[in-house]
């Protein structure tokens, strides 16, 4: 009975889709998620606790957030023509784009190996999903190839991450300028991992009305508030705000994030020790013989196991309690891939000391 409603009734599209699985990571030294290890500092969280105190939860959030907004647009310095738009995290800000510029007829498009939610927000509102492929070797972009698909399937909007996820690697500005000048709808540079590199597309913001830049708080250090932005041209902002929820962050999110705009340097902090300890993995897993590694500009590392070997380490790794996520059987530039995030000091150690011994 149930069966038959669901097939009769539930969109095809959504009944041909499987649920965005997250492992179980209990008692695991989780490295499989991008988080950043630290957590708020001890100093600080007394005056965090305070500031929450004084929140009405029985009364709906700001709106527009404005408080939050200001404090964003003063860290950016942001032109005033810029404008800016929050989501209930950067994957929220995927969908009011899926939902603003969606239809049968509409493509979104990115480049792959590419962030998986990309492809999965596209199905699930309706819009075909289009690709390319970047060089299989160092993962940059193929401009050749990528212009003619874009001329050819004339998508809605093109998602680049940069620094990229999953390989870690990034883009140029002038290969994005290239890519601008030829996107007829949006150009999205997704800079989710932009605390842990020095690269940024928000020049481009005013040279080209129709680029846009998205941020989030998680890779940073606050994953669980679920907060993230788009940076783009007012004309475009005010048409998203009219498929935005309009209480889409709530009233705990907007302040908590607030109060962490005002200790930002303490963030920054954390996420230059990140890079530091980046560099530290790069180079223990380059050392490893038997793995093939790429440089990373986010807080990430991207190596392939030996041939036919990449689910069974990540399998082998998961029996020792250390979760990382393994990319085979997804992109076919990925087999016997795996992806480790930068977590604390001691974590990276139990990950590469295990690793070395499950390699020998
Ligand atoms: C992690 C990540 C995000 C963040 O999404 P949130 O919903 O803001 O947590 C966005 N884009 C990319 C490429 C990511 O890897």
């Known amino acids: 009975m149930t069966a038959g409603r669901i097939r009769k009734w539930l969109r095809p599209a959504v009944a041909d889709m499987a649920a965005y699985k997250v492992a179980d990571a209990s008692g695991m030294v989780k490295l499989d998620a991008m988080e950043n290890p630290y957590g708020l500092p001890l100093e600080l969280r007394a005056a965090w606790a305070d500031r929450l105190q004084q929140i009405s939860v ?3 959030p700001d709106p527009a957030a404005t408080d939050l907004k200001r404090a964003l647009r003063e860290q950016l310095d942001l032109p005033t023509e810029s404008g800016l738009i929050l989501g209930n995290g950067s994957d929220e800000i995927i969908q009011m784009l899926a939902i603003a510029l969606g239809g049968e007829d509409r493509a979104m498009m990115s480049l792959e190996p590419a962030f998986v939610m990309y492809q999965l927000i596209a199905r ?29 399937q004339q998508p809605a909007v093109v998602f680049v991450a940069n620094p990229n996820n999953p390989t870690g690697n990034i883009h140029e500005l002038d290969v994005l300028r290239k890519l601008a000048e030829a996107v007829p709808g949006l150009l999205v540079v997704d800079e989710a991992y932009e605390p842990f590199t020095d690269m940024t597309a928000l020049p481009l913001l005013a040279e080209y009305e129709h680029v846009m830049v998205m941020r989030t708080v998680s890779k940073m250090g606050l994953a669980g508030l679920r907060l993230g932005y788009l940076l783009g041209h007012n004309a475009w902002i005010d ?7 309009p209480y889409n962050i709530n009233v705990l999110s907007q302040h908590a994030t607030t109060f962490a705009l005002e200790h930002l340097d ?5 996420a230059m020790r990140i890079r530091a300890d980046r ?19 986010a807080n990430f590392i991207l190596f392939r196991a030996p041939q036919g070997q990449g689910t069974v380490l990540y399998e082998q790794l998961k029996q020792h309690r250390v979760l990382i996520k393994s990319l085979s059987g997804g992109h076919p530039y990925l087999e016997d891939c795996l992806r480790v995030t930068i977590g604390s000091g001691e974590e990276n150690q139990q990950f590469l000391e295990t690793l070395q011994h499950l390699l020998h």
Do not use: C
């Open 266 to 270: 303490i963030f920054e902090e954390q």
């Open 58 to 60: 029985n009364r709906y």
């Open 279 to 297: 560099q530290k993995v790069f180079a223990a897993l380059q050392a490893m013989p038997a793995l093939q590694v790429w440089h990373s500009e």
């Open 124 to 152: 699930m509102n309706g819009l075909r999903y289009i690709s390319t492929d970047l060089q299989q070797d160092d993962f940059s972009i193929d401009l050749p190839a990528t212009l003619k698909v874009i001329e050819a």
């Open 239 to 245: 048409q998203l705000e009219k498929v935005r929820l």
